[in-house]
């Protein structure tokens, strides 16, 4: 029976379009800092550290040389992940799970450095793909048709989702993008790449997050509100787009799967009280609800339909304003499970779900799109 | 010899990835003062008191955001060294010694290179170049805010 | 201690400076389909991936999204699958990634892979370049060969280590990676020869420098009820873990010891119980990239005093043959495919342990020490394997 394992505090900054007077890692560290704040903790508390992103988002190779001292890892036994931050969350629920280390931070961040476009294009393959093109969106456009087309999923529909999104980061303070759209502003935006228009597309932000996990036998210590870790799992999927079905998120079913297994989940749609969703683009958003057994196999349009998404819906998917709001490369998914750890604090003020308990929060962790992503699904339980 | 049944196919390929990096308010400070005041600059931990250079925003060993700018001196300590004999792309051409500095009132040292020396001899080298000898900042004019502002440091 | 983890399968490459023979995948390939014929298991078994590699050296930044089929066709089966990637470390955080993953209870079977391939790049010293803080430092290009010259002339000046320590260590590794069919290097290399060689970066000889390999590693971590089920002699994780020091050199300007990896050994050696690593290690396989970080590893893990590391190699104490062989295997010196070089160590410890180490095996082996180091000289990885489970 493996360990129980606690989010004991949750630091995150003011996420922004740029913030070029501090270094890319000062927003692991502001985060970090707040996070230990938040928990009367120092740094010598802390027995591991993970870092988490692409060294080259960041410009710059080993880049956990530095973000590793931003969060507090110096001289201590630290990790990096090259993944969205939220796999750094499960790596650390390994470490403590493994009864090896008593309490973690983890962190992530946001920069702008290089364009996402341009740099994707070499994680692939020089030999097939990287020279027709492929590239991160392009990627996410050819499975977001895949599925419109298969389903008949209308770009108004997907648009909803976008509406749905931007109207919950008006109501974030943490968020980037805090003017909320229209119907019309999404349809009216220009096509990036069909059937994707620009407002489809999350925008590119600059910020850190950071958690500090504990395990159970040091968290009342700690604090008074945990968030337990009551599953977690994450799966890769193939990287030819050619060899695997494309209308759906196999490997974020197969995660969702596993997580609620562990946690005891059988009907999804009605147990949890929110979930926090890292939507690529607007179509994935829907995508994902039918991975998540929310919805299915075609029928995740229906749920932003009517409203069932909504904030005030059975089950309000992204009341942060998810990436569409907020999208660190690198971190968005860290993001949105911090985002469900606020929501089971009772501390998401302002877009406070009423008496929440249980949330599922998820991160996609990919680079090449929808070449080989990685999906991790995170549930999570008021203590 | 390969047929053409066994011929293996090399494909060139280049990453082309333009950055665009923010030195941020610290780096930022340090050239700025380099380039208008000619000064070097260090910051100094609020916790352990050390002078770190180059400047930076947090002390990682007591994890202190750190805003006291304290000035150091052109001169200083070699504290190791090695010299080049092939060239390295980029680079100026070898024979180049590469040296860490710790100037006069920091606790750290500065990454750099060392000039006004003649290292064409490796045997000869020791004799020239020595751990603990002191060295002087020489300044490049006109100055543009980057740390070659100091373009090399020398035996003195 | 925590629960029992064991390695139960291996799986290594032939490394050369450019493997023009395979695609990436097919690498992988090569190393995983080891690792599972050496275990004994069908594919299906493994239950998650770990992969680790250094980008950018290969020409395409994060390439376990392209390989991630070979890897047990996780990307098939929609496998729990985590990068990690932590420089020259890579290998080292990988193992203990793996370890970590069984240790949890979370997984009976993990696989941990690691590549790199080198010699898709044509500089690599450029690629080493974008390593170095753009801001301050990377206009002097200094790569991992210029701090490793810091190392040995500090060296040099404080312990009067000499020239002629440094190429006896060249000449035992380059006799060793003959016994080595992996080895990328495998050439006579006498001390005169060693000498003889060009002085890259003084006081730094062709001799004395890693190459640049493309190859790839494979490793089984197995919890204990599937480890006894699956190997004969499974080699136990006995003692583990990592230290991260700061990122600027020039904080830390006393090359000539590595006070990092001294910490760190004291740790592990306290979570294996081991006092005196001379008497209770009878081989081990650090990361030698450079020769003068042998003899500096020789004081830091405590196999000789601080200053005293050259005694060791003058005296025969780690040839094979003597009282503690380092680098049976040739080591990094012989083949260094980066992300992959701290994995290959584990490797190599482990094959001691569970004695298939063939015609580098050192006999009579229970306990093997294996590490890695990376950064700027600031991160080190150690694994402790054993016959006997903790």
């Given amino acids: ?383 | 010899m390969t047929t053409q049944e066994e011929e293996i196919l090399i494909m060139p390929g280049a990453w082309n990835l333009p950055f665009r990096h923010t030195a941020g308010r610290f780096a930022s400070r340090f050239f700025r003062e380099l380039r208008d005041s000619q000064k070097i600059y260090g910051v100094r931990c609020p916790q352990c008191r050390r002078v770190l250079l180059p400047p930076r925003p947090m002390c990682e060993r007591c994890f202190a955001s750190i805003d006291e700018w304290v000035e150091v001196g052109h001169q200083g300590t070699l504290e190791a060294y090695t010299i080049l004999y092939v060239p390295f792309l980029g680079l100026p051409p070898p024979p180049l010694a590469m040296v860490v500095v710790k100037l006069d009132g920091a606790d750290t040292c500065l990454q750099h290179i060392l000039g006004g020396v003649d290292l064409s001899d490796p045997d000869k080298s020791k004799e020239v170049v020595k751990i603990g000898m002191r060295v002087e900042a020489v300044w490049r004019e006109p100055r543009r805010g980057e740390i070659l502002d100091i373009q090399y440091f020398k035996p003195i | 201690m925590g629960r029992r983890v064991a390695i139960v399968g291996v799986g290594l490459t032939k490394c050369s400076s450019h493997r023009t023979d395979v695609t990436y995948p097919e690498l992988v390939h090569e190393a995983v389909s080891g690792a599972l014929a050496d275990a004994g298991i069908g594919f299906e078994q493994i239950e998650a991936v770990v992969y680790g590699s250094m980008d950018p050296f290969d020409g395409v930044f994060a390439p376990e999204r392209w390989n991630v089929d070979s890897c047990v066709s996780a990307g098939f089966l929609n496998k729990p699958f985590l990068k990690i990637t932590t420089g020259g470390t890579t290998g080292g955080s990988v193992a203990l990634g793996g370890y970590y993953h069984v240790g949890s209870g979370m997984f009976d079977l993990v696989l941990a892979v690691a590549s790199q391939r080198v010699g898709e790049t044509i500089e690599a010293q450029l690629v080493l370049n974008t390593a170095v803080d753009p801001i301050y430092e990377r206009w002097i290009g200094a790569g991992a060969i210029t701090i490793a010259a810091n190392q040995a002339s500090n060296h040099f000046n404080y312990y009067g280590t000499t020239e002629e320590d440094l190429a006896m260590v060249a000449a035992k590794n380059y006799a060793n990676a003959l016994n080595n069919p992996y080895a990328h290097l495998q050439r006579h290399l006498s001390v005169e020869d060693a000498l003889r060689t060009r002085m890259i970066s003084w006081p730094l000889r062709l001799s004395d420098c890693c190459p640049s390999s493309d190859g790839a590693c494979a490793i089984i971590f197995a919890s204990e009820k599937r480890a006894r089920q699956i190997a004969k002699t499974p080699a136990w994780v006995r003692g583990a873990g990592q230290i991260t020091d700061n990122y600027y050199a020039g904080d830390r300007p006393w090359f000539h010891d590595w006070d990092s990896l001294a910490m760190l050994a004291r740790r592990v050696y306290r979570q294996a119980k081991i006092s005196n690593p001379m008497d209770e290690i009878q081989v081990a396989e650090p990361y030698v990239a450079f020769t003068v970080q042998e003899l500096m590893e020789y004081e830091a893990l405590g196999f000789a005093e601080p200053g005293r590391g050259a005694e060791l190699i003058r005296k025969g104490v780690t040839a094979m043959g003597g009282k503690v062989p380092f680098c049976p295997s040739g080591g990094t010196l012989c083949t260094n495919p980066i992300g992959a070089t701290g994995l290959i160590r584990v490797a190599e410890a482990a094959l001691q342990v569970m004695d298939k180490a063939d015609k580098r095996q050192v006999p009579n082996v229970k306990t093997a020490l294996a590490h890695s180091w990376g950064a700027v000289i600031g991160f080190h990885t150690m694994m402790i394997l054993d016959k006997e489970a903790p």
Avoid at chain 1, 33 to 55: N, R, Y
Avoid at chain 1, 296 to 312: D, F, H, P, Q, S
Wanted: glycine share 12%; hydrophobic share 40%; proline share 3%.
């Fill in chain 1, 1 to 383: 029976m493996s360990r129980r394992v606690a989010i004991v505090s949750v630091g995150q900054t003011r996420h922004e379009e740029f913030k070029n007077d501090r270094i890319y890692w000062e927003n692991d560290y502001e985060a970090t800092k707040l996070a230990l704040e938040g928990a009367g903790l120092d740094k010598g508390q802390i027995d591991t550290v993970i870092a988490s992103g692409w060294d080259a988002v960041d410009g710059r190779t080993i880049s956990d040389m530095h973000t590793c001292m931003a969060i507090g890892g110096y001289l201590k036994d630290s990790a990096h992940v090259g993944e969205d931050g939220i796999l750094a969350l499960a790596y650390a629920y390994l470490r403590i799970a493994s009864g090896q280390f008593d309490t973690a931070v983890v962190a992530g961040h946001g920069h702008r450095e290089i364009s996402l476009e341009v740099l994707s294009k070499v994680v692939f393959d020089p030999l097939f793909t990287r020279p027709v093109g492929a590239s991160y969106l392009t990627s996410l456009a050819i499975q977001a048709n895949a599925y419109a087309q298969r389903y008949g999923v209308s770009q108004e529909t997907a648009a909803k989702v976008v509406v749905k999104n931007r109207a919950g980061g008006a109501h974030n303070p943490y968020a980037h993008l805090k003017s909320p759209v229209t119907l019309e502003d999404v349809l009216g935006s220009g096509w990036v790449a069909y059937p994707l228009r620009a407002l489809d597309c999350p925008p590119e932000s600059v910020g850190g997050v950071a958690l500090i996990l504990a395990a159970e036998e040091n968290v009342k210590r700690i604090t008074s509100k945990p968030v337990w870790i009551k599953g977690i799992s994450w799966a890769i999927e193939g990287y030819y787009l050619g060899s695997k079905d494309l209308s759906q998120m196999s490997s974020l079913a197969a995660a969702a799967k596993r997580a609620y297994g562990m946690a005891g989940i059988t009907r999804p749609l009605e147990e949890l009280d929110l979930a926090e969703i890292h939507e690529p683009t607007s179509y994935h958003e829907l995508m994902a609800y039918e991975a998540l057994g929310l919805a299915e196999a075609g029928k995740g349009g229906r749920l932003v339909e009517e409203g069932v998404t909504e904030r005030g819906g059975k089950l309000p998917v992204n009341l942060s304003g998810g990436a569409l709001s907020t999208n660190l490369l690198g971190a968005s998914g860290l993001a949105r499970a911090a985002e469900a750890v606020l929501q089971l604090r009772g501390e998401a003020h302002g877009r406070q779900v009423a008496g929440a308990k249980l949330a599922l929060a998820h991160g996609f962790s990919s680079l090449s799109g929808a070449a080989s992503p990685t999906n991790c699904v995170v549930i999570l339980e008021r203590g």
